[in-house]
């Protein structure tokens, strides 16, 4: 793993929803990748020093339904557009990681058309999972978890390895930095085993980060090479263990978490483009700096979703458009939002600070201190190097004996040596 990637905290953006672009694709270019360059400087502010970009390239709608992954989409801009990006972001330290979507394309996909118009015994038709009918008509396919406009691809065919190889290695070649793979989890891990080297070969800074939702997070990681997963355990167990006031379900996690980080260091979050905003999840607004908390004082490298650090609210419901609320249009610059978010971005600059004092916190090895429903206290340590952490959703003053004395690096409790009191619905993070 680069050890930029490391040790880094991402700034994720949803470049279509973020700049306002149509809904679905048009001939016109227009050149709105830029209006991304306004915000770089607020993602150093924040303490970020990577970017990472929901998906840029010619696509039907949403950009995960793919028409050409060597075109930037004529909605965001053109190569231009994309080099000036590029250029600013890493004038100023952020490093860029693209959002691959190479599990599926869209319906109009030339190679797809290609296949329905030459048939089931041409070169085209091997990309694809194709089910042709006795009587010549169009093939059915298979596709991307119900969703017949997208349409999957044959990884086992070898043309299939030479074009994603050729996408991911034509874009690092252009300035970026490292790839999200989409839909990593839908794709055999051997295909990732044969493309990822070649990818790689002689770009040896490149950052590869999986998306994975269920199963093995390890055993990926080892078959297939790329350098890291999401997180989306920790994700759930962080926001459901507030909510329910439940800390067991949260030290569970990290258990699992923190065996994780021995082998590889977890893309953690509590917020991306494919879920419900944090401060909308859950239930009592106090529990939002816990959840930040988290996120900031255990292994991985975190990703902070464009606007939750302002409290920005959204749901996402499961519906034609159900995504629209999380990945709202924004204003042109930061000055443009009202003021009420500028506490929370406060705390985030804060706890992003706290974690930049403490590098070993990617690799930390985390332990229970104090453990009941409404009240959780934990240990990062990583050698001589450590942090304690307690969070309360109890509505009475609760109290943690710390096994070191230190500092209050964040939260609201007191301490007194080696004693932490902490207010209702308190928290806290003590420096070593």
Do not use: C
């Amino acid at each position: 793993m680069p050890s930029w990637a490391e040790q880094a905290i991402f700034w994720h953006v949803y470049p279509l929803g973020f700049l306002g672009a149509e809904r679905a694709a048009v001939p016109e270019v227009t050149h709105r990748l830029r209006g991304l360059v306004p915000w770089l400087d607020h993602a150093v502010a924040l303490g970020a020093d990577a970017l990472q970009l929901g998906p840029v390239f010619a696509a039907e709608t949403h950009g995960y339904d793919t028409l050409d992954h060597f075109r930037i989409d004529p909605r965001l801009g053109d190569d231009g557009d994309f080099d000036v990006l590029v250029s600013a972001a890493h004038e100023r330290g952020l490093r860029v990681v693209l959002d691959g979507v190479f599990n599926h394309v869209g319906q109009g996909f030339p190679r797809f058309q290609q296949a329905l118009r030459e048939g089931p015994g041409s070169a085209a038709a091997r990309w694809f999972r194709l089910r042709w009918p006795a009587d010549g008509g169009p093939p059915a396919h298979d596709d991307f978890e119900g969703h017949q406009s997208l349409v999957a691809l044959d990884h086992a065919e070898p043309a299939v390895a030479e074009h994603v190889a050729a996408v991911m290695a034509h874009w690092l070649d252009r300035g970026a930095d490292g790839w999200r793979l989409d839909a990593a989890y839908a794709v055999p891990p051997r295909f990732w085993a044969r493309v990822l080297p070649r990818v790689r070969g002689g770009r040896p800074g490149t950052y590869v980060v999986g998306e994975v939702i269920h199963g093995d997070y390890a055993a990926f990681v080892a078959e297939t090479g790329v350098d890291a997963v999401t997180q989306y355990e920790l994700w759930k167990a962080i926001w459901s263990s507030l909510n329910d006031r439940n800390a067991f379900e949260l030290a569970w996690a990290l258990k699992r978490h923190t065996a994780f980080a021995e082998s590889f260091v977890p893309m953690t979050f509590v917020g991306n483009h494919d879920v419900t905003r944090i401060a909308s999840r859950l239930t009592d607004v106090r529990h939002l700096p816990h959840a930040l908390a988290v996120l900031m004082t255990v292994a991985g490298t975190p990703s902070l979703y464009a606007g939750d650090e302002y409290a920005m609210r959204g749901v996402k419901e499961e519906r034609e458009g159900g995504d629209d609320a999380v990945r709202p249009a924004f204003p042109a610059s930061p000055a443009g939002l009202p003021p009420d978010g500028l506490p929370v971005l406060e705390l985030h600059r804060r706890l992003i600070a706290l974690r930049r004092r403490h590098p070993w916190l990617s690799r930390a090895h985390t332990t229970d201190l104090t453990l009941s429903n409404q009240l959780y206290a934990y240990e990062s340590r990583s050698g001589e190097h450590a942090l304690a952490v307690a969070l309360s959703t109890g509505d009475e003053p609760s109290q943690v004996t710390l096994p070191f004395p230190g500092r209050l690096g964040a939260g609201d409790g007191d301490l007194d040596g080696t004693l932490l009191t902490l207010p209702p619905h308190g928290w806290a993070v003590v420096e070593h």
